[in-house]
């Protein structure tokens, strides 16, 4: 059966001070196959592949590439590399300060970091075979999050690999974007490439993939050819227990009780940033959950940055509950009760050499001054409380945050603006690159919050996930606000002809 195994993993077993994070995993990846490997954040998806490509040392098992009856000893990335295992991680790794090109060769034996002109033309003939807009002499960090991992992918394709990893390559792609990810997955299938996909939109799933591992608490639940597991039923193998419809999570209530009349808690009136987007009216009432949506680029981050402080304003008016305020900074926001959770955690959110603990209370001890510390038993009733309440899956509160799964990470921030007690809180993209599970809860919480009377601003690259969540949508399309739309409105026709079509 396994004949044409390019990669077989056998009992693998990994530990970390009170969490098991694997235990006798076995995991078989085939020469010309697209394999998913699926399952809630903690599952052990990242933890089998740091594994896999030397990142972490294994507790236990063996892994056997090819046709080798000897177990492959892959003690470093560089290992795993020389072996033909290159791997694009959710999170981009790649060093921003430097080109395209530096980037897509450094840390390769093959040639010299220095020889400048073979590197520029080399890369120059990748990002024009993979049609990626970018330049090789370009600084990396100038490009968008999209670009960065397409990038990552062609220094990672560009190595000759047979075991190709992709660790939710799309979360930052447009339906372009992924398309042509698609076709490259495609053609290297037809080389003989056995490429690892581990994404959490289903849909993707199913239109790439040819068979699906499931892992579920460390533990593997199965593996599936993709035409004999239907979609429902992989939702329930990595949940483990049946799951309820996601269509209804939100009900006409909610949408009923809130008062379009009232004075709004925020307001702004020609909101204008330093950013590229136009100047933008909005406002947000009391208990109401809504949206900014639009195409990857379309200028929906960059409006909620603006509202935050988090980007310069340069012109623009703001009312909160009707009284004129400054906003020049997010400590001006945060003291006027606006939180904001952004879009890239890694970058923007986490401190991840701090605990769970010091991260939860970081935005609460910002507002109340360092000079005026939080006791360690404060801190820890603050932590404890947040983590029982939103299912934080951590050995102790004291466990550093990088080391939690991308989901709880996600959770952790949630929690530290939680404690804040905002007004009006905004989630860009909450639920990206997390598991199912973790999304409905995160979705439920946010309607929770609303019928409590808190306004939330919701943006994710999932219409589906909008339109179940958000009572109210701002359509935006080139940095432009083209449409505003509720009630029956809410469907994703409507939605994608104003974003191609402009005014509604």
């Known amino acids: 059966m396994d004949q044409n195994a390019i990669l077989k993993m056998r009992g693998i077993c990994k530990y970390f001070p009170g969490v098991r994070a694997l235990e006798g995993v076995d995991f078989t990846l085939r020469s010309g196959e697209i394999h998913a490997l699926m399952g809630e954040n903690g599952a052990g998806k990242s933890t089998l592949i740091k594994v896999l490509t030397g990142v972490y040392p294994k507790d236990g098992g063996e892994i056997f590439l090819g046709e080798a009856t000897n177990p492959a000893h892959i003690r470093s990335p560089q290992d795993a590399q020389n072996l033909g295992i290159s791997t694009v991680y959710q999170e981009i790794t790649l060093c921003p300060n430097l080109t395209v090109a530096e980037n897509m060769f450094i840390g390769r034996s093959s040639k010299p970091l220095t020889n400048w002109k073979y590197m520029n033309a080399k890369a120059t003939e990748i990002l024009q075979k993979l049609d990626i807009p970018a330049k090789a002499k370009q600084q990396l960090g100038s490009c968008s999050i999209a670009v960065q991992q397409m990038i990552a992918i062609a220094r990672a394709v ?86 309820d419809d996601m269509a209804e999570i939100k009900s006409e209530e909610d949408t009923n009780r809130i008062d379009y009349n009232s004075t709004p808690v925020y307001e702004a009136k020609a909101l204008t940033g330093t950013t590229g987007i136009k100047p933008f009216d909005f406002a947000i009432h009391e208990g109401e959950v809504n949206g900014f949506t639009g195409l990857l680029g379309s200028g929906r981050s960059e409006c909620v940055r603006a509202i935050y402080g988090a980007d310069r304003v340069i012109d623009g008016t703001v009312r909160i509950n009707g009284e004129n305020v400054r906003i020049r900074k997010p400590l001006d926001a945060m003291r006027n009760g606006i939180c904001y959770l952004p879009e890239d955690r890694k970058r923007d959110g986490i401190v991840g050499d701090l605990s769970v603990r010091d991260n939860i209370i970081l935005a609460l001890q910002v507002m109340k001054g360092f000079f005026r510390p939080f ?60 598991d199912i599970g973790t999304k409905v809860e995160i979705q439920k919480l946010v309607l929770k919050l609303a019928a409590e009377g808190k306004s939330v601003t919701f943006i994710s690259s999932e219409l589906d996930e909008m339109i179940r969540t958000c009572s109210r949508l701002i359509v935006m399309r080139d940095g432009k606000v083209v449409g505003e739309l509720k009630g029956s409105e809410l469907n994703q026709n409507t939605i994608m002809e104003t974003i191609a079509g402009g005014e509604s």
């Open 158 to 243: 560009d190595m000759e690999c047979k075991v190709l990893i992709l660790d939710e390559p799309t979360s930052s792609l447009d339906e372009q974007e992924v398309a042509k990810l698609f076709t490259l997955m495609r053609n290297l299938k037809e080389k003989g490439v056995g490429i690892i996909f581990v994404t959490h939109f289903l849909e993707q799933v199913y239109e790439v993939c040819d068979r699906i591992t499931v892992l579920r608490d460390g533990q593997l639940v199965g593996e599936y050819v993709i035409e004999d597991l239907p979609r429902v039923q992989l939702v329930s193998k990595m949940l483990g227990k049946d799951f």
């Open 375 to 434: 006791s360690r038993a404060q801190a820890e009733a603050f932590a404890d409380e947040y983590i029982k309440l939103l299912n934080i899956k951590t050995a102790s509160s004291n466990t550093p945050i990088k080391s939690l799964s991308g989901g709880n990470q996600q959770k952790v921030i949630l929690a530290r603006w939680l404690l804040a007690n905002p007004v009006y809180l905004i989630l860009d993209e909450p639920t990206r690159g997390i």
